[in-house]
């Protein structure tokens, strides 16, 4: 990433910190970091056996099914950042980084 401006980065963090407690505090003051993240847990299987069937019916007649050895590009997430800095004389430099 080249001209990401750290300080409007970490100022617009801050704000999405700020509105995501102020919301805990408005719709569930007392819930703790169970209530909050749901409160799962990993349940070890080190002693049975996992299924090796399907939970649910594989529907092929509408959906073909692909086998890749490779994620195509076009199907892989990302993050975009978009920074607008303004400049001295009243402009902006703009800055995108593709993650």
């Known amino acids: 990433m ?7 980065l970490n100022g617009t963090l801050a704000g999405y910190v700020t509105n995501f407690l ?7 003051p007392n819930a703790g970091v169970l209530d ?10 080190t002693n049975m056996a996992l299924s090796r069937s399907l939970l ?4 092929t007649e509408t959906l073909p099914v692909q086998t890749w050895n ?10 975009t ?7 001295i004389n009243g402009g902006c430099r703009s800055c ?3 993650v």
């Open 2 to 8: 080249t001209n990401l401006n750290e300080a409007a």
């Open 22 to 28: 102020n919301w805990l505090q408005n719709n569930d």
């Open 36 to 45: 909050i993240l749901g409160g799962w847990q990993i349940v070890p299987s």
């Open 56 to 59: 649910f019916q594989q529907d």
């Open 70 to 79: 490779d994620e195509p590009t076009n199907l892989m997430s990302s993050l």
């Open 81 to 87: 950042i978009h920074s607008r800095t303004p400049t």
């Open 96 to 98: 995108r980084a593709t």
